[in-house]
């Protein structure tokens, strides 16, 4: 049996539900049990340990007030862990609240999801679905890409929506966004290689990686379809803006931060044009605003960050920004490269010990507790 690879993802995606009420962690699971699996903490304290022993949780589920160390201290302790899986993790905050104080405060420390205690099945569903994607999307890109550009294949193997096929679809959800007062959401995603102040075309092996990972994460009622010679546009009707958002800003970091190219002088460059339905009022309609106004939208800010070759997203609030000369603010901007220790592992074996030394440093936290145990037991006396 092959070994797996870095694309493999667990059947059920596993989540950490703490909160301090019983009922309340026995109606979550009784929502969520059949799609994913889950594990328990009564206190943020008790959620942070499961949290270091853990590494398949994917999604926290929290309530802010908790005894020992209540939601906000989880919120904090985990976006300033030194361990990435954990700084990165989604975290959606339950609340009985319906006060925009408490709402504010907590994306403030880090949350990406709030919903409330009397949340419905399918809601909590198509969320957790959504964030789970979210972390399966940056995994499988950040580890992904380089494993199928070494193979080859690649672009014999993807198979992705014409520009005329994306279009039809397109239409179909905005239609229905619009008929279910729902948002719809369309990204465009440009790529390419900067050299000098340049943007020159990427290899069509980097291109065709690209599209089949973003064929790999979407959900099957999204659509995604390259619609140039490195260019990409999805369309959604059935995810938050922010939760887009975030994978927007994910695969964007993933593919700039990926490992394709050599030479100091050369890097990826990955710009998203991103646009909401809801940007344009409430009473907006499919006539009122039409595909094709969204279309350029999401264009227009793409290749406002492009020309610069800056990587992240453009929403409306960057677009003004970068009008303004500014660069993309820092929310937008990728995150520095990351790996973990299964894709450290796999480039040992492979002879790459030199690309495994510059993130020994990152996962010094994760080590230390094997390697103190390995040191203990070699310090201790052996019987005759």
Not at 126 to 133: A, Q
Request: charged share 25%.
């Amino acid at each position: 049996m092959p070994a797996p690879t870095p694309l493999d993802i667990a059947v059920k995606p596993r989540v950490l539900i703490a909160d301090d009420s019983r009922i309340v962690r026995a109606t979550l699971i009784k929502h969520i049990e059949g799609m994913f699996d889950f594990r328990e903490a009564l206190d943020g304290e008790q959620a942070w340990e499961t949290l270091l022993l853990d590494p398949s949780i994917r999604v926290v589920i929290t309530d802010l007030t908790m005894p020992k160390l209540d939601g906000y201290g989880l919120l904090q302790r985990i976006r300033n862990s030194k361990v990435t899986r954990i700084r990165t993790i989604p975290v959606v905050v339950v609340s009985g609240s319906d006060e925009q104080e408490e709402k504010d405060r907590a994306r403030a420390a880090g949350a990406n999801d709030l919903i409330t205690k009397g949340i419905g099945t399918a809601q909590l569903l198509s969320r957790l679905d959504v964030l789970t994607r979210l972390v399966g999307s940056q995994q499988a890109f950040e580890q992904g890409l380089e494993t199928l550009v070494r193979h080859a294949g690649a672009t014999a193997q993807l198979v992705l929506p014409t520009p005329e096929q994306l279009r039809v679809q397109a239409e179909a959800m905005l239609a229905a966004s619009v008929k279910g007062g729902k948002n719809f959401v369309l990204l465009r995603v440009l790529v390419g290689l900067r050299k000098g102040g340049e943007n020159l075309a990427p290899p069509p092996d980097i291109v065709a990686a690209i599209g089949q990972l973003l064929q790999r994460t979407v959900r099957q009622t999204d659509c995604v379809a390259q619609t140039g010679a490195a260019e990409f546009t999805l369309a959604t009707g059935t995810i938050q803006f922010d939760a887009a958002r975030i994978f927007a800003q994910r695969v964007c970091a993933a593919i700039a931060n990926a490992h394709l190219v050599s030479g100091g002088e050369v890097s990826l460059v990955a710009s998203c044009g991103m646009v909401a339905l809801s940007e344009f009022g409430a009473d907006t309609t499919a006539a009122t605003t039409p595909l094709a106004t969204l279309i350029d939208t999401a264009s227009r800010r793409a290749q406002s960050a492009f020309v610069r070759g800056e990587s992240g997203v453009v929403g409306q609030e960057e677009e003004a920004a970068l009008k303004e000369g500014k660069p993309l603010p820092a929310a937008a901007q990728p995150k520095a490269p990351t790996a973990d220790l299964a894709t450290l592992l796999q480039w040992l074996r492979e002879g790459r010990k030199d690309k495994v030394l510059a993130y020994v440093s990152e996962h010094s936290a994760e080590l230390k507790p094997l390697l103190e145990l390995l040191l203990d037991d070699r310090s201790r006396p052996r019987g005759g």
